[in-house]
Nanobody, 124 residues
């Protein structure tokens, strides 16, 4: 059974940083793209960042470019999102996604596997 578990969310002040982690189990994603999405209540899930299986190619939403960095460790079957200079508009539930081929994929339907999400709240 494939499982993606996010961690690292929390409450942070404007300008602060958080590092999200996603641990995958049940299968290896070392040959598939992975990504991060976010969602606020009443809105559609939106793309944040994505990375190819090798980590050699990444993509970011314009709203986070220059502030967020996606990375992965295939040996640990893990995905990360370093978030710096956080803003209140970054407040959302953040979801790890996996299985896009070849990546970096920006669309929700590119990913067959999803985590349950971790809440990030940025206070002003």
């Amino acid at each position: 059974q494939v499982q993606l578990v996010e961690s690292g969310g929390g409450l942070v002040q404007l300008g602060g940083s958080l590092r999200l982690s996603c641990a995958a189990s049940g299968r290896t994603f070392s040959r598939a793209g992975m990504g991060w999405f976010r969602q606020v209540p009443g809105k559609e899930r939106e793309f944040v960042a994505a990375i190819t299986w090798s980590g050699g190619n990444t993509a970011y939403a314009d709203s986070v470019k220059g502030r967020f960095t996606i990375s992965r460790d295939n040996a640990k079957n893990a995905l990360y999102l370093q978030m710096n200079s956080l803003k209140p508009e970054d407040t959302a539930s953040y979801y790890c996604a996996a299985g896009a081929v070849p990546g970096p994929a920006r669309l929700v339907y590119d990913y067959p596997y999803w985590g349950q999400g971790t809440q990030v709240t940025v206070s002003s």
